[in-house]
């Protein structure tokens, strides 16, 4: 009877142990802080050029993973009001936030999507495949919050299910 004991106890220390390394790896091994300059400038999508352009900002933070191309977060503030922005940038209509880690707390996506379904803040293209089928979307709020993440586009959400890419999709890279 104590050997089925120490066994139980093992297995359920090996278990325990199992979990708190899988949520560690989860939640934060695979993030690293980006710094400002690393990252260089926040960029929207002119609406006259076509291109991304730098918009002025400050306090500027951002974590990021090598093991996603949609595990980039970032927040920061900006001077410009949601008036002129829309008068000059692409607006994003299929923004979805996707939830960050709970230790990067000025990133909050059920409180940016609530503000996107509300009309309260507006999102905006930043970049256009910044990678294969994946667009960086820059959210801003009426009193110059900003929030950025990298969202899987029409062509990404196709090419990563293993379907071939549409027609009217570029041709994914070798090995998608």
Known sequence: ?????????????????????????????????????????????????????????????AIDSNSSPIRFRACFDTPLSQAMLTETYEIYDTAVPLNGPRWFDCYDARA???????????????????????????AVMPDGRGYIWHQLNRCGEVVYDGEPAPEDCPEPPEGY
């Open 1 to 61: 009877m104590n050997a089925v004991r120490i066994w139980i106890i093992a297995m359920l220390v090996t278990a325990l142990a199992a979990g708190i390394g899988l949520y560690y790896t989860q939640v934060y091994a695979f993030y690293d802080e980006v710094d400002g300059q690393e990252f260089g400038n926040v960029q929207l999508v002119s609406l006259h050029s076509g291109a991304p352009e730098p918009i002025l900002f400050e306090n500027f933070k």
């Open 112 to 138: 940016v999507g609530e503000a996107l379904e509300q009309g309260a803040a507006i999102a905006f293209l930043g970049e256009a495949n910044i990678i294969y089928g994946v667009d960086r979307v820059v």
